[in-house]
C-alpha cells in the first residue's frame, strides 16, 4: 500500500535547462556513472529474479520434463489451462480460497479498526504503549510458529483441552479438523496480524481535529454519538482506502499458513490455489501444469488490483499507484 | 499514573472503563499467554511435563535439559547456525543493495531512473509465481545453496520505496553544499544521507532480519541436503510436523519440553531485538504507508 509520487521536474527548472543543452545519452552514463555502479546490484536483482521469473511464466504453455529442460520440453499452447478448467480440485481450491478471503474480510478486516478505537481511547501513555508492543509483537513471528503455538494451546493434548477436561467438559476438536479450519486460519490470522494492522489506523485516528469532538461534546454527544458522527466519519478515506486495497488483494489469503496446516485436514477443505499451485508442481511433478494455475491466478489478481485503484480513483481516494 | 481526560470529554463511567480494562487484559493475556506456556513448558522437569499431560503454566522444578540437549551439535544447534548467518550476511547484502538503488532512484534525473522505477512499482502488481521463480532459482545453479535463501529475496520493493521516500525527503541543500565542498556521490551518501537516516535504516534493516530468520519453505523446495536447513524448516519438521527430535541423540527430557525449547530458540531472536528497535518502527511503517 505505497503511495508512489512521481517526480517531474518543476515548469520552472525544465525551462531552466533548455533542451538543446540536454546532455546525451553517453554524457548523462558518464556523468551519472557512479550512481549506475551503486544501483547496479538491485538493478540485475530485479531482472533475474522479477523478470527472469515472468518469463518463467513460459512454462505454462508447455509440457515442462524437468530432465529435458525447457527448451526442449513440448510446446502445448493452453493444454494446461484447458485442463485447469476441467479440473476439480482446481476449482475447489478457488472455492476455498474465495471463501477464506471472504472471512478475512467480514471478521479480519474490522478487528484492528476495533484494536485501534480501544487503543485510541486510552488517555494514560504507559498502558497504551505496553498494550502496543504486546500486539504487535506476533507479526514478526513466523507462520511456523503461530501454527506450533495454536497447537500447544488448541491440539488434541493442547492447554485449553487440559483445563476442558479438569472442568469436566468434553474435549473440543479444532486442530485437524476439516470443519473448523476455515474459523481457525482466521483466528489465527486475526492473532498474528490485528494488532499490527492497529497502526494506520492509529495514525489516521490522531489525524482527527480534537475541535470537532468539542463542538460535538458541547452540543451534547455522548461517546456513541461522537464515535458515530466524528471519528468514523474522520477516519472514511483511511478505511475505504484499506478496504479497496484489501479487495484488490483478494485471492492473496496468504501461503505459508495454508501449507503448513493443508495436510492436516486434507485437500478438500484445506486448498487454495497457492497450495494448489504447490502441489500440483512439487508433489505431483505437473510444472507445466502448476505453473498455469499460478499464471491465472496473477492475472486475476492484476486485474482485481487495477479494477481496485479504477474504484478509488473514481472515489476521489488515492490508490496504490496514481492515474 | 493518574490518566487526564480532556476537558470536553469527562471521565467515562465506570462501567465503561471496566470494560476497557477487562478487554485490554484479555487481548494482552491472549498474546503472552501462549508464548508463557511455551517457555514454561520448555524449563519443566520431564516429571512435570508428563504428569500435567504435555504442558505447564507454572514450572515447579526448572531444569535447562531440553535446552542442552537440542545445543548439544545436533540438528537444531546446526540450524541455529545457518539462520544466524543466513540473517546476518542477507541482512547486510539486503541493506547495501537497497540503499544503493533508494539513493540512486532518489536522486532526480539519474540515467535511466524512471523506467526502472516503474520496471519496480510492476513487480508490485505482478509478483514473481513460486514456480517460475522456482525455475529461475534451478538455473541460475541456487539449488542447495544457502545463497538460495537470500538472492531471491535481495530486495523488498516496500522497503525500498521507505528508503526511496526518506532520501527523497533529505532537503536539497546539503547534498548541494556537499557537492560544493567536493563531495562525490559516495561521499555524500556516505557522510550525510545515511547518518540522517539512521531511524529508518533501523527499520528495514529489522524488516529484512526478521524475513531472513523466519524464512522456511524455501528450504524445503530449493535445498535437497536437510543438514542445511534452517530453524523454521526444521521447526516445521519436529514440531509442527510431529516427527521425533529423538533420532537426533539420546533424549531423556519430555518431547514436548524439546519441541517448546524449539520454539523458544526460534522466538528468542526476534524478542530480543523487538524493543530495542520499536521506537522506530511504527515511524518507517508509515513514512512508506501514508506517503501522500
Known sequence: ?323 | MRATYPAWQGKPGPGLRLAKAVALVVIVLLVLFPLWTVVATSLASPQDVIANGGWVVWPERFTLGAYAEILDGGVVTRALLVSGGVTVIGTALSLVCTVGLAYALSRPHVYGGRPMLLLILFTFLFPPGMIPLFLVVRTTGLFDSYAALVLPFLINVFNLIVLRGFFQSIPAELLEAARIDGAGELTTLWRIVLPLSKAVLAVVSLFYAVAYWNRFFEAIIYFNDQTKWPIGTVLRQYVTGGADLSGDSTVTSAPQSTQMAVVVLAVAPIVCIYPLLQRYFVKGVLTGAVKA
Open chain 1, 1 to 323: 500500500m505505497c503511495a508512489v509520487e512521481s517526480r517531474r521536474p518543476s515548469r520552472e527548472l525544465r525551462q531552466k535547462v533548455p533542451r538543446a543543452r540536454e546532455p546525451g545519452h553517453r554524457r548523462r552514463i558518464r556523468r551519472d556513472r557512479v550512481l549506475l555502479v551503486v544501483m547496479a546490484p538491485g538493478v540485475l536483482y530485479f531482472l533475474i529474479f522479477h523478470y527472469g521469473a515472468l518469463f518463467g511464466n513460459v512454462l505454462a504453455f508447455v509440457d515442462y520434463v524437468p530432465f529435458l529442460g525447457l527448451a526442449d520440453s513440448a510446446w502445448v499452447g493452453l493444454v494446461n489451462f484447458e485442463q485447469m478448467l476441467g479440473d476439480p480440485q482446481f476449482w475447489n481450491a478457488v472455492a476455498n480460497t474465495i471463501l477464506i478471503a471472504g472471512l478475512q474480510l467480514v471478521f479480519f478486516f474490522p478487528a484492528p479498526l476495533a484494536l485501534a478505537l480501544l487503543l485510541h481511547s486510552l488517555v494514560g501513555t504507559t498502558v497504551k504503549r505496553f498494550v502496543q508492543s504486546v500486539v504487535y509483537l506476533p507479526h514478526f513471528l513466523s507462520w511456523v510458529i503461530v501454527v506450533a503455538l495454536f497447537q500447544h494451546m488448541l491440539g488434541g493434548a493442547g492447554v485449553v483441552n487440559g483445563w476442558m477436561g479438569e472442568l469436566g467438559l468434553g474435549a473440543i476438536h479444532v486442530i485437524g479438523n476439516p470443519d473448523a479450519y476455515k474459523p481457525l486460519v482466521v483466528a489465527q490470522l486475526i492473532w498474528k496480524e490485528c494488532g499490527w494492522a492497529t497502526i494506520i489506523f492509529l495514525a489516521a485516528l490522531s489525524q482527527v481535529d480534537d475541535q470537532q469532538y468539542e463542538a460535538a461534546a458541547l452540543d451534547g454527544a455522548g461517546w456513541w454519538r461522537r464515535l458515530w458522527h466524528v471519528t468514523l466519519p474522520g477516519i472514511r478515506p483511511v478505511i475505504v482506502l484499506l478496504l479497496i486495497l484489501r479487495l484488490g488483494e483478494f485471492l492473496e489469503v496468504g501461503f505459508e499458513q495454508f501449507f503448513l496446516q493443508r495436510q492436516a485436514v486434507g485437500p478438500e477443505a484445506g486448498e487454495v490455489l497457492d497450495t494448489f499451485v504447490y502441489f500440483t508442481g512439487f508433489a505431483n511433478g505437473e510444472f507445466g501444469y502448476a505453473a498455469a494455475a499460478g499464471l491465472f491466478k496473477g492475472l486475476i489478481g492484476v486485474a482485481l488490483v487495477y479494477t481496485a485503484n479504477r474504484v478509488a480513483h473514481r472515489l476521489g481516494e488515492q490508490g496504490v499507484y496514481r492515474r
